[in-house]
Structure formats: structure tokens, C-alpha cells
């Protein structure tokens, strides 16, 4: 990585809130390569944080979504007032999802999203 | 066609029913979506439906719609009571580590050559 | 290869060279195996599928059985350069024209 200083931010999510849904994730996105991180980086970090961003407005009233791109790592931590996921290790499991019918037309709940956030981070 | 000549050239494995899946039924056309919604709207009878979706809902939507047989994809296996449902309503399930893409490239090319449409 | 012998287009960019194509209605399922320089082939024809296609940095985007999107997704479209086609076709009909002029699924 080719930055010298530390950049952090965060976005509000609000939860049920499908119209803004993936707009923090794009913006991260544009941060991070008005900054300088490469492409390939940029892609994962994007994904990862848009599904998190996604789960956020599927599962949970509101949320944040921190992140602090430092040279060596890029931080993102996201935090929401939801219920919580009780089973983690059933929940990481491919395919495995709680998304109601409205959420499956609006094209969520294949049950990928904390296997692709664990595919994408480091 | 029958489902079952489909199932061998496309190495799909068959996962129900149980005792000896009724893989003899006649595949009118191929149908690939993952919006029970869509599906519901625009599958014809006796299609064979290629999708990811492992929720117990499309076994209702396959038997409303009269679907031969549902190919679940990329190696995504079935929640339990979908397996259940489609036990007791007799749908097959059958399974493929391949893509959506990759299933219907194959299937359309099969199907084509018999004159039979998505 | 080149997608307007294939499909309808409404954008000026068709000619695009795609490397794989990616067929899914579900936006995980394009996060999870989908490569840059491939195609979205989907039946979603909602500003999500843009937004997803953006962060996988899919340029290409084709909406199956002639749905035509709303403003808001033609214009996330054309502000995220990403090009955006409609097909008449089913997606089993799309994906089987399309593996037969020898695209392939982007391997895992
Ligand atoms: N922020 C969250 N709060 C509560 N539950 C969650 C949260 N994120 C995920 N989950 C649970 O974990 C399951 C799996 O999540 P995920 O892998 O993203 O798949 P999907 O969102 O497609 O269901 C969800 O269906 C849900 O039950
Ligand atoms: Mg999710």
C-alpha cells in the first residue's frame, strides 16, 4: 500500500432502508481509491463491507460502519442495534439464511454474505 | 425429453425422492432464476428449474407451477424441510457443483437439438 | 466477445470485451464468485443489481425477458459507466446463446 497517513471515517445505516442500500459501500469505495489503495484491495474491502452494509438494513434497526485505512491495514468495523446472531458458526455456513420473501425478491438472502466477508478479509 | 437422460449427461445427482426418484418424467423446457416471484410468473409446465435457491418455498412454487424438477446449483445443498417438501410433494431435486450459467449453456444445447425451448 | 450480436442494447458502449459471465438473481452470489471483467446476466433489473455490480467492478450488466428498469437504475447505470443491456430473452435462453459463442463462468 502505497499511503502514508491514516484516513477514518463512518456512515450511518438505517435499517429496512433498501433505496440507499450499498450507497456507504460505494463511497468507501471511492475513498479508498482516491487514496491510492489498488484495485484488486479496493474490490475486496467493497464487498466485504457492502454485504455487512446489506446485513445492517436487513437484519437490525440501524447501524455504523466504521473504517480506518492506515498504511499495512484497512479497518472496517461495523456495529448495529439488532438482535445479534446467536449461532455464528451456523450463520457463517454457505446457504444459511433467515431473509424473508421480500428480501429474496429484492435479490438478498442467498445466505453468502458472512461467507463472502470471511472469503474477502484479510 | 426425460429427466432422467438430462440428469445423466449433465451429472446432476438426484437427491429425492427417496426410494427410486421418479427421474422417468418428461422435461418440456428449462427455466433459470432465483425470484420465486418471477418463476411463478413466467416458468411453464414441465420445466426443468435451475436455481440457487435452497429455501423450502420452491418446492410450493414447483408444484404450483407443475415444474418437473428443480436443479439446485453451485454445489448449494437444501435446507432439511425442503428435502421434506419435496419428499411428500414429489418433486426432484437434483444437485450440481456447477454455475447457473454453465448448467443452462449445456442444458440449452441439449434441448435445442430436440427442438424443445426455455 | 461481443454482446450486441446477442442482445438489445440501450447504451452506447456495446463493444465491451467481456471475459466471463456471472448468472444469478442474487446479488451475493455475484459478490461471491463474479470477476471484474465479466458480465452480469440477471433477471433483477433494480438499481441493487447496479450498485452490486459497481463494488465487483462489473462493467457490463444484462436484464433478462425485456424488463425495463426504472430512472433511478438507468442513471446509476450510466453514473457508474457501467453498461447496461436488456435482452428479449429469458435468462436460460441468454446464458445458452451466450455459452455458445463460448463464454464461460467465471472460474471460483
Ligand atoms: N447484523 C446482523 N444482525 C442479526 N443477524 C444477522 C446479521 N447479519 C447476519 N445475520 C444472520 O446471519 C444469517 C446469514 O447472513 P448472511 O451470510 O449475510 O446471509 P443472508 O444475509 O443472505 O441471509 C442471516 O440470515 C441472519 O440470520
Ligand atoms: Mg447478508
Same mark, same amino acid.
Given at each position: 500500500?502505497?499511503?502514508?497517513?491514516?484516513?477514518?471515517?463512518?456512515?450511518?445505516?438505517?435499517?429496512?432502508?433498501?433505496?440507499?442500500?450499498g %450507497?456507504?459501500s460505494t463511497?468507501?469505495k471511492t475513498?479508498?481509491l482516491?487514496?491510492?489503495? =489498488?484495485d484488486e484491495?479496493v474490490r475486496r &474491502?467493497a464487498i466485504?463491507?457492502f454485504?455487512? /452494509?446489506?446485513?445492517?438494513? #436487513? *437484519?437490525?434497526?440501524?447501524?455504523?460502519?466504521?473504517?480506518?485505512? @492506515?498504511?499495512?491495514?484497512?479497518?472496517?468495523?461495523? =456495529?448495529?442495534?439488532?438482535?445479534?446472531?446467536?449461532?455464528? %458458526?451456523?450463520?457463517?455456513?454457505?446457504?444459511? +439464511?433467515?431473509?424473508?420473501?421480500?428480501?429474496?425478491?429484492?435479490?438478498?438472502?442467498?445466505?453468502?454474505? $458472512?461467507?463472502?466477508?470471511?472469503?474477502?478479509?484479510? | 425429453?426425460?429427466?432422467? %437422460? #438430462?440428469?445423466?449427461?449433465?451429472?446432476?445427482?438426484? $437427491?429425492?425422492?427417496? =426410494?427410486?426418484?421418479?427421474? /422417468?418424467?418428461?422435461?418440456?423446457?428449462?427455466?433459470?432464476?432465483?425470484?420465486?416471484?418471477?418463476?411463478?410468473?413466467?416458468?411453464?409446465?414441465?420445466?426443468?428449474? #435451475?436455481?440457487?435457491?435452497?429455501?423450502?418455498?420452491?418446492?410450493? &412454487?414447483?408444484?404450483?407451477?407443475?415444474? +418437473?424438477?428443480? &436443479?439446485?446449483?453451485?454445489?448449494?445443498?437444501? %435446507? @432439511?424441510?425442503?428435502?421434506?417438501?419435496?419428499?411428500?410433494?414429489?418433486?426432484?431435486?437434483?444437485?450440481?457443483?456447477?454455475?447457473?450459467f454453465?448448467?443452462?449453456?449445456?442444458?440449452?444445447?441439449? $434441448?435445442?437439438?430436440?427442438? $424443445?425451448?426455455? | 466477445m461481443r454482446l450486441k450480436e446477442i442482445v438489445i442494447t440501450n447504451s452506447r458502449d456495446s463493444e465491451a470485451e467481456i471475459e466471463w459471465a456471472c448468472a444469478t438473481?442474487?446479488m451475493?452470489?455475484v459478490l *461471491?464468485y463474479s470477476r471484474g471483467n465479466s458480465v452480469l446476466i440477471t433477471?433483477l433489473a433494480?438499481q441493487q443489481a447496479i450498485r452490486t455490480s459497481d463494488i465487483a467492478d462489473i462493467k457490463v450488466v444484462v436484464f433478462t425477458?425485456?424488463?425495463?428498469p426504472?430512472?433511478?437504475t438507468i442513471e446509476l447505470s450510466q453514473k457508474k459507466k457501467i453498461t447496461l443491456l436488456i435482452t428479449?430473452?429469458?435468462?436460460?435462453?441468454a446464458?445458452?446463446?451466450l *455459452?455458445?459463442e463460448?463464454l464461460r463462468c467465471c472460474? =471460483?
Amino acid at each position: 500500500m502505497k499511503i502514508d497517513k491514516t484516513y477514518e471515517g463512518s456512515f450511518h445505516i438505517v435499517g429496512g432502508d433498501f433505496s440507499r442500500a450499498g %450507497e456507504a459501500s460505494t463511497e468507501l469505495k471511492t475513498i479508498m481509491l482516491s487514496v491510492g489503495i =489498488e484495485d484488486e484491495v479496493v474490490r475486496r &474491502v467493497a464487498i466485504a463491507t457492502f454485504e455487512a /452494509e446489506m446485513n445492517i438494513i #436487513i *437484519y437490525t434497526p440501524a447501524g455504523i460502519l466504521r473504517y480506518s485505512i @492506515s498504511p499495512g491495514e484497512i479497518r472496517i468495523i461495523a =456495529e448495529d442495534m439488532g438482535p445479534g446472531i446467536e449461532d455464528i %458458526e451456523l450463520a457463517m455456513q454457505k446457504g444459511y +439464511s433467515t431473509a424473508p420473501d421480500w428480501v429474496r425478491e429484492m435479490g438478498w438472502g442467498a445466505g453468502m454474505g $458472512l461467507p463472502n466477508m470471511k472469503k474477502n478479509a484479510g | 425429453m426425460k429427466l432422467k %437422460e #438430462i440428469a445423466e449427461i449433465l451429472s446432476l445427482k438426484p $437427491l429425492t425422492p427417496a =426410494e427410486g426418484p421418479d427421474l /422417468e418424467r418428461e422435461v418440456s423446457g428449462a427455466y433459470v432464476g432465483d425470484l420465486l416471484s418471477d418463476v411463478m410468473a413466467n416458468s411453464e409446465d414441465g420445466n426443468i428449474w #435451475i436455481t440457487l435457491q435452497t429455501h423450502v418455498n420452491i418446492v410450493a &412454487v414447483a408444484t404450483l407451477k407443475n415444474l +418437473s424438477a428443480i &436443479v439446485i446449483v453451485n454445489g448449494r445443498m437444501p %435446507e @432439511s424441510d425442503t428435502l421434506d417438501r419435496a419428499v411428500s410433494e414429489d418433486i426432484p431435486i437434483l444437485l450440481t457443483g456447477k454455475s447457473a450459467f454453465e448448467t443452462a449453456g449445456k442444458l440449452y444445447r441439449i $434441448l435445442n437439438a430436440r427442438n $424443445l425451448q426455455g | 466477445m461481443r454482446l450486441k450480436e446477442i442482445v438489445i442494447t440501450n447504451s452506447r458502449d456495446s463493444e465491451a470485451e467481456i471475459e466471463w459471465a456471472c448468472a444469478t438473481d442474487l446479488m451475493s452470489d455475484v459478490l *461471491y464468485y463474479s470477476r471484474g471483467n465479466s458480465v452480469l446476466i440477471t433477471g433483477l433489473a433494480k438499481q441493487q443489481a447496479i450498485r452490486t455490480s459497481d463494488i465487483a467492478d462489473i462493467k457490463v450488466v444484462v436484464f433478462t425477458r425485456g424488463k425495463e428498469p426504472d430512472r433511478q437504475t438507468i442513471e446509476l447505470s450510466q453514473k457508474k459507466k457501467i453498461t447496461l443491456l436488456i435482452t428479449p430473452y429469458s435468462m436460460f435462453t441468454a446464458c445458452g446463446k451466450l *455459452y455458445e459463442e463460448g463464454l464461460r463462468c467465471c472460474p =471460483e
